[in-house]
């Protein structure tokens, strides 16, 4: 049975950092594009980040880029979202996603995912 746990998230200042962690089990996370999305209220999910299998393609939107970092651990079947300069807009509880995709592919749409995770709240605020 694939399930995907979130931890991580919590309260932190503007500016801060966080890392989220996704912790798979029940299929290898590396075999799988893994997604993190976020939600925030009265908004659609959107795609933050994606890493492929494989060659580990990495998508960032245009809104963490070069704030955010994905990142793998296969040893621990684990994917990682380290969250730099965070700013009040990025408050949103934030999922991690999973779906085989072939190597090289991940997708930044929610669509294209099938196994979610139950999310994770941060939230930036003074």
């Known amino acids: 049975q694939v399930q995907l746990v979130e931890s991580g998230g919590g309260l932190v200042q503007p500016g801060g950092s966080l890392r989220l962690s996704c912790a798979a089990s029940?299929?290898?996370?590396?075999?799988?594009?893994i997604g993190w999305f976020r939600q925030a209220p009265g908004k659609e999910r959107e795609g933050v980040s994606c890493?492929?299998?494989?060659?580990?393609?990495?998508y960032y939107a245009d809104s963490v880029n070069g704030r955010f970092t994905i990142s793998r651990d296969n040893a621990k079947n684990t994917v990682y979202l380290q969250m730099n300069n965070l700013k009040p807009e990025d408050t949103a509880i934030y999922y991690c996603?999973?779906?085989?995709?072939?190597?090289?592919?991940?997708?930044?749409?929610?669509?294209?995912?099938?196994?979610w995770g139950q999310g994770t709240q941060v939230t930036v605020s003074s």
């Open positions: 996603a999973a779906d085989f995709m072939g190597p090289g592919v991940c997708r930044e749409r929610p669509g294209y995912y099938n196994h």
């Open positions: 029940g299929f290898t996370s590396s075999d799988y594009a």
């Open positions: 890493i492929s299998s494989g060659r580990g393609t990495i």
